[in-house]
């Protein structure tokens, strides 16, 4: 089956430190979505992706989060510097953009807690 | 803007009965796709189902039904005969015509218990 990987599935840091979320898409999909999940939050729309270019990352905090797609298989979540309130599992999901194909396949997350 | 509204918070059952989980949803699009997707308590969030705007057809698989009214912008999905395996939480999401645009609601958190 095809996946979405994504790394590291956990990471603990301290207030201040950068952290870098990687997200490998599944082969073809050409768009990709970041979301983040809190417990007071729900699931967030950050950012997401359409053939590398973003499409659309207003919900993201721009002054310490940037997301890029460097090539086509590598989506990156960036936090500088990261704050406490940044602890959440980030979820990275692909899919094809084609009407009627449009389901999203999502990785497994990557826990951030931010001490 | 698209919003998806899942009123229910928290559902607890008694395993063999039967539970109805709410969506409802708001687009202006005249196209439009409507998912369910399933977080277990192992974290991983898994597709269930997906609708188009022009097909209002229930459907069945297996335990799963999902109800699909235009008129009053709702995609409902019904469980029958729960078992505890069913508990985790359930997402409804709300995407345009191309998938761009994927919206989320809060999720309603079932509990299953024997």
């Known amino acids: 089956d095809a996946r979405v990987t994504q790394t590291p599935r956990h990471k603990v840091t301290e207030m201040g430190q950068e952290v870098t979320m990687r997200c490998q898409p599944i082969?073809?999909?050409?768009?990709v979505f970041w979301y983040r999940q809190t417990m007071m939050q729900g699931l967030e729309l950050l950012a997401y992706?359409?053939?590398?270019?973003?499409?659309?990352d207003s919900g993201m905090p721009k002054d310490r989060f940037s997301a890029e797609m460097p090539d086509a298989t590598l989506a990156t979540l960036k936090i500088q510097p990261s704050e406490p309130r940044d602890s959440a599992v980030y979820f990275c999901?692909?899919?094809?953009?084609?009407?009627?194909?449009?389901?999203?396949?999502f990785g497994a997350g990557s826990r951030l807690t931010v001490l | 803007a698209q919003k998806v509204t899942q009123a229910q918070t928290e559902i607890s059952v008694v395993e063999k009965e039967d539970v109805t989980l709410d969506c409802v949803y708001e687009?202006?699009?005249?196209?439009?796709?409507l998912f369910w997707y399933k977080q277990p308590p192992s974290g991983e969030l898994v597709f269930l189902i997906r609708?188009?705007?022009?097909?209002?057809q229930n459907e069945i698989s297996g335990r799963y039904s999902w109800n699909f009214q235009k008129s009053t912008s709702s995609f409902n999905f019904t469980i029958t005969a729960s078992q505890v395996v069913d508990s985790a939480v359930y997402f409804c999401?709300?995407?345009?015509?191309?998938?761009?645009?994927?919206?989320f609601g809060p999720g309603t958190r079932l509990s299953v218990l024997p």
């Open positions: 999401a709300l995407s345009d015509n191309y998938g761009q645009n994927f919206v």
């Open positions: 992706f359409r053939n590398r270019a973003p499409l659309d």
């Open positions: 687009t202006r699009d005249t196209t439009y796709y």
């Open positions: 999901a692909s899919g094809p953009d084609r009407p009627g194909a449009n389901v999203l396949t």
């Open positions: 609708r188009n705007s022009f097909d209002e």
């Open positions: 082969l073809g999909h050409n768009t």
